[in-house]
């Protein structure tokens, strides 16, 4: 159907009862090449890039609810490779410049914004390590600025900048960063994947994982019945452990929730993605008006997608630290996303030691910025037996081998219990 103008006029007449399916529903076959267990965006992407770039489009893509109502369509939207790390550099770049194309390539506009992300410092100390940082993603190829207290005051004039507590001394600018559109994300990879062949299946849960006599995972059991793979891949987001534990796997992972805030709509007031150096928070503003905060971890394990009080009062307070103008508005909603936390902060996307079995997880903070990368760097994995050089040191036994990946670029992290 043509998207004319006639054809939205009657739609709208209709109740928009009329339009066509953006991807098929299929059932499903009894045998795939590869099954990706979770349809959020790394599981389409990964099926879409093993279509795209492999070849392999006998794929199918296994979701428990519906496209779109996990992790993510319940993140903030950020995109940036502002990492300090050799093994994470190259990473994040090449996801950001997949980003750059990515509306072109899936013929599909997910409303990437590049109004860049202005990483805020309060002291001598992290102006130091902004100047580290920036240097390190230079030389990595990446795009990085340090700015002075002026300058940055000159991007967002509304910044309290001689707060005596965390005066804002100046900031490492990424002006390639910025946001997408979460929601239009995970439709573009679905019917990219659609497209090209892959099987998604909706409202299909996993609740098994067959392995034959010699140990190889073969297929899975799911409320759909039976289905038989050669290849299966896991990017179940939060919910890994819970999923892995069916292959006899115990991963080192646990897993928390992320919460996130939107304001009442206003009148333009920053244009850019600013964060908080002395706290975990950040912030943006949407096409709707609205303010979009990012929070903390709460400190317990949870699957829950909801969010709590306390985690609430520090959200705020940090933004009226930041930003005291903001004081005035009401928060609409706020909400949780369940998230892998790694014991050093960095993501699995590599073989596991059941043979026939793949893990993408343990995403931490990083997970839909990392989207188009991981899919890309996941499909070549499973289509090659092996890592591209972009995920080689995300492997899951790195922690036995002493390879460590400290995301936050500070030396090693406590072991997590």
Known sequence: MKYSVFNLMRQAVAGHTGWPRAWRDPEPKDHYDVIIVGGGGHGLATAYY????????NV????RGWIGGGNVGRNTTIVRSNYLLPQEIPFYEWSLKLWEGLSQDLNFNVMFSQRGVLNLMHSDAEMDGARRRGNAMILHGADAELLERDQALEMVPTLDADNSRYPVYGGLLQRRAG?????AVAWGFARGADTRGVDILQNCEVTGITRDGSGRAVGVETSRGPIRAAKIGLAVAGHTSHVAQMAGLRLPIE???LQAFVTEGIKPLVDTVVTFGHGHFYMSQSDK?????????????????RGNLPTVEA?????MHLMPCLGRLRLLRHWAGVMDMSMDGSPFICRT????????AGWCYGGFKATPA???CFAHTIAKDEPHIYNAAYTLDRFARGYAVDTRGAGPQPNLH
């Open 353 to 360: 030691p059941v043979e026939g079995l793949y893990l993408n």
């Open 179 to 183: 946001n997408a559109r979460h929601d």
């Open 315 to 319: 959200t705020v307070e940090a933004a």
């Open 60 to 63: 199918a893509v296994l979701e």
């Open 50 to 57: 093993l279509a795209k770039e492999h070849g392999i489009t």
């Open 255 to 257: 897993s928390h929730k």
């Open 289 to 305: 008006g609205g303010l979009v905060f990012g929070a903390n971890l709460d400190g317990y394990n949870s699957y829950a997608q």
């Open 374 to 376: 991981s899919g890309w």
